[in-house]
């Protein structure tokens, strides 16, 4: 059968950045052929520099430099610019806290706020080259935080506040952080999630951080250690309104982001400052088809690449207003997210599947209890959306009048690879349709040669762009095997996808040993590393089983070591052992216990059986390098201990 597609509105066409398909091709072809030109003219027009490139693309592969020679500042870019062109007394952001506190800020205080903290941390001796961590919850000071550290040409990197000590700290510790900036705590759920006790912890063990900023949110009782520890408030008295941009390289590590990937060491992804920049952007305009008059709501946390690419850096280079809310969608109540849309008249709405299928879960009385006809677009990132989760959205959130971005990108990538252009493309339901401009993908073999069309393979980049990482943090050779040495002069995705006969492409999925829960990357072997330091565990194996709401679960089956072991408690143990390792976000649902795992003759522990057994119940792949059998059996047999 096939697909049913859903062409835009007339309306919705004539009103659009990009109109219809001739529209995309056009832009398409052109960044294909001449793509020099073609993000050359667009650095130009959209943003802007103190000096200029002596070339735009400089490729010694695998690394790209853009914009080779220029000098530009994404503070400048994201603030300075906007005083100027009409929009100084337009709200950047439209915050509410969790307890329902507002704020309204406008490009003028967020000037003035953004130089206010570049100052404190000037103060602090901080300078361009220096890196900051930081810590915070959803409050407007953390985009100040990370702007004011851009003003500066320091690079920074923020570590998503669901994350424990241990986490915090190993990124402190790669990236030799001079500062850490952090809060007291924030609100979630009607509670107040504490950040400064694990800032404590990770620092005793961190000697390059000389400076804790702490900003005060929740006003709890926190202790503060001389010399070390410091209010923001409290620095904030002395310094002035003032704080002229530093002049960075385009090459400049803007940030860097640390993502899971194959191995138990997450990766500390840097990405560059003005091919960054560009290309979020554009993608501003291409994807979201912003406009002046647009609310524009990313309900991202800023702690993952969503909230830097489409709360922080992209819409505020476009000039956006942009609705930041703190705590969880469904507190007090399952509407809160839809309270707030109509509350704003929110336009743009991007989230994730996992908080679709939640909502879908919650009911339909609760967007129904309010008004969604401001809305124009939607947006879906983090995971492959079910059609029929899509079909809900569509319908109940959108009214049947809203196109449906579904965009498909990576932490690696910076900006959207592949989504609708929602005045161009026809939708169908669960594909993310047609790759952006300047961005030429490919559905290969193991050999890395083309699949016929319609065949599942793996999906590479055939080209680099102007927003992709420049390399891991401290670890270039492993930038080059990880992302350009399976096909070679191509970027390895990671992900399996297929093209359909009408050119549309489909993204099912990892092909690596990463799981998506809930649209957060999970490492296997972060988790098993994870779980094999406790000192009852023997050998620990991680997958993920196919989940209704989350997208995946973590399931680990662990053996233990000899001792007195009481599963119950033991389980429980292990779920809160996860989460003081790497954070709460990544507990297992469930853990299993058995005498064996089953292993290949080499002794490589066979993942895809264990998949198989999670999502079935049964085995029924090629067992013959299975070392035993009875391991196998047994496992098959048992239930999910709930823990
Ligand atoms: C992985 C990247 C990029 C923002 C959030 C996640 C999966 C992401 C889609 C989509 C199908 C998607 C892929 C990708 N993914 N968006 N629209 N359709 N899959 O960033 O943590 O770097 O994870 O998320 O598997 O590789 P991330």
Known sequence: MADRLYPPSEEFVRHAHVQGMEGYRALYERAKEQPEEFWGELAEKELDWFEKWSHVFEWNPPFAKWF???????????????????????PAFLWEGEPGDQRVITYQELHRLVCRFANVLKGRGL??????????????????????????????????????????????????????????????????????????????????????????????????????????????????????????????????????GTTGKPKGIQHSTGGYLLQVRMTMKWVFDLHDEDIYWCAADVGWVTGHSYIVYGPLAAGATSIMYEGAPDFPAPDRFWQIAAKYRASIFYTSPTAIRAFIKHGDQWPAKHDLSSLRLLGSVGEPINPSAWEWYHKTIGGERCPIVDTWWQTETGSIMISPMPGAAPLKPGSGTFPMPGILPEIVDLEGNPVEQGREGFLILKRPWPSMLRTIWGDPK????????????????????????????????????????????????????????????????????????????????????????????LAEDLRKWVAKEIGSFAKPESIRFSDGLPKTRSGKIMRRLLREIVTNNTVAGDVTTLEDLGVLTTLAAQHDDEA
């Not at 080779?68 to 007394?89: E, F, M, P, Q």
């Not at 951080?209 to 904030?236: A, C, F």
């Not at 565990?537 to 989940?547: F, I, L, Q, R």
């Open 68 to 90: 080779v020679g220029a000098k530009l500042n994404a503070s400048y870019n994201c603030i300075d610019r906007h005083l100027t062109n009409g929009r100084k007394d337009k």
């Open 127 to 260: 300078q361009t080259g220096d890196r900051a961590i930081i810590y915070m919850p959803m409050v407007p000071e953390l985009p100040v935080a990370m702007l004011a550290c851009a003003r500066l040409g320091v690079t920074h990197s923020v570590v998503f506040g669901g994350f424990s000590s241990e986490a915090l700290k190993a990124r402190i510790q790669d990236l030799a952080a001079a500062v850490v900036i952090t809060a007291d705590g924030g609100w979630r759920r009607g509670k107040e999630v504490r950040l400064k006790p694990a800032v404590d912890e990770a620092v005793a063990e961190c000697p390059s951080v000389k400076n804790v900023i702490v900003y005060q949110r929740t006003g709890s009782d926190i202790p503060m250690q001389d010399g070390r520890d410091h209010w923001w408030h409290e620095l904030d008295k002395d310094v002035s309104d003032d704080c002229p941009a530093v002049p960075v390289d385009s090459e400049h590590p803007l940030y860097v982001l640390y993502t899971s």
């Open 478 to 569: 492993r930038y080059a095997d990880q992302y350009w040495s399976r096909v070679p002069g191509c970027y390895f995705t990671g992900d399996a996808a297929r093209q359909d006969a009408d050119g549309y492409i489909w993204v099912l999925g990892r092909v690596d040993d990463v799981m998506n829960v809930s649209g957060h990357r999970l490492s296997t072997m972060e988790l098993e590393s994870a779980l094999v330091r406790h000192p009852a565990v023997a050998e620990a194996a991680v997958v993920g089983k196919p989940h209704e709401i989350t997208g995946q679960a973590v399931v680990a089956f662990v053996t233990l070591k000899q001792g007195d072991w009481k599963p119950e408690e």
